[in-house]
């Protein structure tokens, strides 16, 4: 699914050089989760961006899916992961002028399944129980059922890895153990790939391997 080696990522700024990720290697096989676990600002969202294709990398390479996507362009990046690739925001990312329903369709729409987009997003917020917030409008919906959506919207195309920045990270505890539990079995069901990055470790040890960033380099947590 993944394979990451000596992967770099450096900013240049006033200050100087700034290295925030130093030599990272990471591989990841189908079905199988993983948890990067780490300070606030030690560049987990950062690596996250770069393993999914949606930021690019300083050095060292990264096959996703079979494809080396290092040097590809952005509108290459975005055509590989078109269906095959999902990614939960913290912060939900939905689109506030449409409905539930409308943001799952949109996702499916994009990887070219605009025939059957309608069916699939109500199947797949049904599934993760929604089914009667179809209509609503994300200022209509609680965070732990924006996050719902966002799933689904992730979930849709049944993607082949799924890339998750701190899905918990905006919701009280129940809420959040209720998503948890709602991502694991999705997961598990679809036999997803999932790459997450988490404060909560709990979360993390729920994962068949679970990682520390730390100053940069990726360690066994």
């Known amino acids: 699914m993944l394979n990451a080696r000596a992967v770099t990522k450096s900013i240049s700024g006033p200050g100087g050089r700034l290295d925030i990720l130093k030599g990272v290697d990471l591989e990841v096989t189908a079905g199988e989760a993983v948890s990067i676990i780490g300070?606030?600002?030690?560049?987990?969202?950062?690596?996250?961006?770069?393993?999914?294709?949606?930021?690019?990398?300083?050095?060292?390479q990264i096959s996703l899916l079979g494809q080396e996507i290092s040097h590809l362009s952005e509108d290459q990046r975005a055509s590989l992961r078109a269906g095959q690739v999902g990614f939960v925001f913290q912060s939900f990312q939905l689109l506030p002028s449409l409905t539930a329903l409308e943001n799952v369709m949109l996702s499916l729409e994009l990887a070219s399944a605009a025939?059957?987009?309608?069916?699939?997003?109500?199947?797949?917020l049904t599934e993760v129980g929604l089914g009667e917030r179809l209509l609503h409008y994300p200022?209509?919906?609680?965070?732990?059922?924006?996050?719902?959506?966002?799933?689904?919207?992730?979930?849709?195309?049944?993607?082949?890895?799924?890339?998750a920045d701190e899905p918990t990270g905006n919701l009280d505890q129940a809420t959040g153990e209720s998503i948890?539990?709602?991502?694991?079995?999705?997961?598990?069901?679809?036999?997803t790939a999932l790459i997450l990055v988490t404060h909560d470790a709990s979360l993390a040890a729920r994962c068949d391997q679970s990682y520390r960033l730390n100053q940069g380099i990726l360690e066994y947590a």
């Open 39 to 60: 300070a606030s600002g030690s560049g987990k969202s950062t690596l996250l961006g770069i393993l999914a294709g949606l930021d690019v990398p300083t050095g060292g």
């Open 115 to 124: 025939k059957q987009a309608r069916q699939i997003a109500r199947e797949t």
């Open 139 to 163: 200022a209509q919906l609680s965070g732990g059922e924006q996050q719902r959506v966002a799933i689904a919207r992730a979930f849709a195309t049944r993607p082949k890895i799924l890339f």
């Open 180 to 191: 948890v539990r709602l991502l694991f079995n999705l997961k598990s069901s679809h036999n």
